[in-house]
């Protein structure tokens, strides 16, 4: 007796699933490629579905979801990735550009090298709808933080002006100073070192 | 685990405490690079236009027409774009921009998307998160392309 109520139960249980898999939602399909990075940087995602996990850590490796099933890892191509994902790469905005430009010691002043960057970088605005400006200043490692935080937010002002006076607007452009912070080339304290004397901008 | 927990209610605290990267104006997290077609914004209630220039915040539902398509840049350098027929909500997005700690959520309701992680990403793997009705991505970098589609059986 109690054998066939639990047999029962377990067909109305398979029927029920048959059921629902066949009839009840829309069956929905899911597809997650890892792209090359362009940058050729390492690159990874993890895909989660219920307690099934699995890494996509080559190109073009590919997790599909089909309906209720499992997560299956597979591989894609280049064509399926250009046939699926064509209009979204299509309307993917531009790559943010750096450029870096160079001061005088304890100045706000350009090296004579750095002038022509700032062509480069209008050239750069140019090309771009709507772009804004990050421009972050830098000093060596000669003097004090409150005497390095002011310069270096005082050569990244100067950058701005020198951007707003050749006609890009202001409220476009973000300056920040980090002063002697993130040195480019890690000396010990107190030594004077060129290439810390910069200020990088960020275009996107 | 006294320890980890601790690094988080610091981490807290700093996201917190500390001002974030402001694009155009202060809500902002990002902007509208590239608009074809049709494409709205779904914030607070109302739907509006989406253009090029136009603010992106936290919250904001983007949704693209049949002949719709639109890329986004965010404040931490991470791009995202969708193609047509696509939902993207922006769940969550904080970032400190001197230490490029942060957040970073988004959910594809169907539709096509092409993301490059930023910032956020690389600092803190698994800081950028992508669902889907059925699954969730952690973005540890740094290009990768998502569909959804739903159709009757």
Redesign the interface.
């Known amino acids: 007796m109690r054998g066939r109520a639990g047999a029962l139960a377990l067909g109305l249980l398979a029927l029920s699933l048959l059921l629902s898999a066949a009839c009840a939602r829309p069956s929905r399909q899911e597809l997650v490629v890892l792209l090359p990075s362009r940058d050729g940087a390492p690159s990874a995602v993890e895909v989660t579905h219920g307690q099934t996990r699995t890494a996509l850590d080559q190109p073009y490796d590919a997790a599909r979801l089909r309906g209720e099933g499992r997560l299956e890892k597979g591989r894609s191509s280049e064509g399926e990735v250009r046939g699926t994902f064509g209009t979204a790469l299509d309307a993917q905005p531009l790559r943010p550009a750096s450029f870096t430009v160079y001061f005088l010691e304890g100045k706000d002043e350009l090296t004579p090298e750095s002038l022509p960057v700032v062509g480069q970088i209008l050239a750069e605005l140019a090309r771009r709808p709507a772009p804004e400006i990050f421009v972050i200043g830098h000093t060596d490692a000669r003097g004090s933080h409150a005497a390095n935080d002011a310069l270096s937010l005082q050569r990244a002002g100067r950058m701005r002006d020198e951007l707003v006076k050749r006609g890009v607007p202001a409220e476009r452009i973000h300056v920040e100073g980090r002063g002697k912070r993130e040195l480019l080339i890690s000396t010990p304290d107190g030594v004077a070192e060129p290439r810390n004397r910069r200020v990088e901008i960020s275009v996107r | 685990m006294a320890k980890w927990l601790l690094s988080i209610a610091g981490l807290l605290f700093l996201l917190g405490g500390l001002p974030m ?4 104006r202060a809500a902002d997290v990002g ?4 608009a ?1 077609g049709t494409v709205q914004i779904q914030r607070d209630g109302s739907t509006l236009a989406g253009a ?2 136009m603010g992106i915040r936290p919250s904001d539902v983007v949704v693209t027409g049949a002949d719709g ?5 965010f404040a931490d ?1 991470s ?1 995202l ?4 027929g ?1 939902v993207l909500a922006i769940e969550r997005f904080v970032f400190d ?2 230490t490029h700690e942060g957040a970073f959520e988004t959910r594809l309701q169907k539709g ?3 993301a ?1 992680s930023g910032k956020i990403a690389k600092r803190t793997p ?1 800081a950028m998160k992508i669902r ?22």
């Open positions: 990267a402001s694009p155009a902007q509208i690079k590239v074809k090029v220039g398509s639109v890329g986004i840049v350098a791009l774009s969708a193609g047509p696509s921009s001197t096509t998307l092409a490059v698994d889907t009705p059925s699954t969730v991505l952690a973005v540890r970098g740094t290009e990768l392309a998502v569909q959804v589609v739903e159709s009757a059986p």
